[in-house]
């Protein structure tokens, strides 16, 4: 039978979804609820799907962020080595236009309701301009990112000042002059303690437990290029002397008033940030520990600590989200995700996720690969492996890393040996880089 396809998202991981699709001939159209592609890099000052801010760079560096079938050279030779939300926006619609790929979008278009009917058969329902449309697809590929619905912390007590989660927060204008308290020591995290800082009456950073703090550049080099030198290492080793090179580099983080990290490299995601040290140690952003409560504005910390602020930031992570799916059916939201190479369901073989892991550098070349090997499962060139709900279990119970048991860690990969694995499994010559040279009619569920 004929194969139809249906795309949920067209951010970085949708986008080379649906390229892939297409370069092997198939029947595919993806569908977002944006006016352009780019997902969560498509900035605005207004409260959108995005999480992006105003002075938002990506962390790791742009060689180790870029699809093979369209790199960075290809589209600006001069493209900083880490590029801003504006540069990568205008990549990812460069990315579609020379792939021809708008033809087969539908944009402004919500996908409400995903039912699997059998392993032939997807109902789909979507809307646009309040009009609702069912569609009947083979094949339902989910991209819609998971760095899009916010999960705040719980403490005791009520906060009476302005709370918020970092995905709305947009610019450190509107913090002129206020106390502002940041909780959480991930990127966003580090990223808003600085930028507020910059404005803020007072910030400090809240956290329940140490972070490893990476700079940017090593050497001159960005230091994910450096890291990738020892890729051939058992990643304990790899681990091992990646602290060593952090605590020649920067000391240790008690140094800077910050809370120790007790586990190996890797336990948690390391924060890429060159400033909060800086900003540490010159009196702008201040250490604090976990919070006990909250009363009024006041804050009270485990170390009993008591200070008054007029904002709080909570940079606490995502959910895993499919609001598409009935509950009963699938849900991420909590546990651990057994997929094989983060991308085949153990039971429905007509489900495809692509772009749903969180390496230790970026996803998008992980979710490229994915993209390819889906395509060439679906063309008949690959075929899954048998013992695939075995191999499923075997990435929960066997993560490349011992992580912190929290909901932001039960998708991590490590980035290098992710992309090994994919690469393992795609024939030679997998690179396309030409467009095609005319774009194949798309269809539109009725």
Known sequence: M??????????PS?????????DQGLDAVAFDRNEDVGGNWIYSENESHSSVFETTHIISSKTLSQYEDFTFDD????????????????YFQAYAHRFNLYPFIQFGTLVKHCERIDDKTWHIITEKDGIETTGKFTHLVVSNGHHWKPRYPEYPGNFEGEFLHSHNFKKATPFAGKRVLVIGGGNSACDVAV?????????AISWRRGYQIVPKFFFGKPSDKIAEQSKWLPIKIRGFFNKILLKVMLGENSQYGLRPVTGPFG???????????????HGKVKPRL?????DGKQV??????????????????YWLSHPFFDKNFIDYSEGSVPLYLKMFHPKYENLYFIGMFQPLGCIWPGAELQSKLMAQELIGNWKRPSSIQELCQKEVTNPH??????????????????????????????????????????????
Not at 14 to 22: D, E, F, P, S, V
Not at 195 to 203: D, G, L, Q
Not at 290 to 294: S, V
Not at 301 to 312: A, W
């Open 14 to 22: 949708g986008i080379t979804a649906l390229k892939n699709l297409l």
């Open 290 to 294: 976990d919070i006990k409560r909250f």
């Open 2 to 11: 004929k194969l139809k396809v249906a795309v949920i998202g067209c951010g």
């Open 267 to 281: 336990a948690t995601h390391p924060t890429i940030n060159d400033e909060l040290l800086h900003k540490i140690r």
């Open 195 to 203: 930028e507020t800082s910059r404005v803020s009456k007072m910030t």
């Open 300 to 317: 009270l910390f485990e170390d009993g600590k008591t200070e008054e602020y007029d904002t709080v930031i909570a940079c606490t992570g």
């Open 401 to 446: 890393y011992q992580q912190v048991n929290s909901p932001r860690h039960t998708i991590t990969v490590d980035y290098h040996l992710f992309v090994k694995a994919l690469k393992k499994e795609l024939p030679k010559g997998y690179v396309s880089k030409s467009p095609m040279s005319q774009p194949m009619n798309s269809t539109v569920p009725n």
């Open 75 to 90: 589209f600006d030779p001069e493209t900083a080595d880490y590029p801003d939300h504006d540069t990568l926006r205008r």
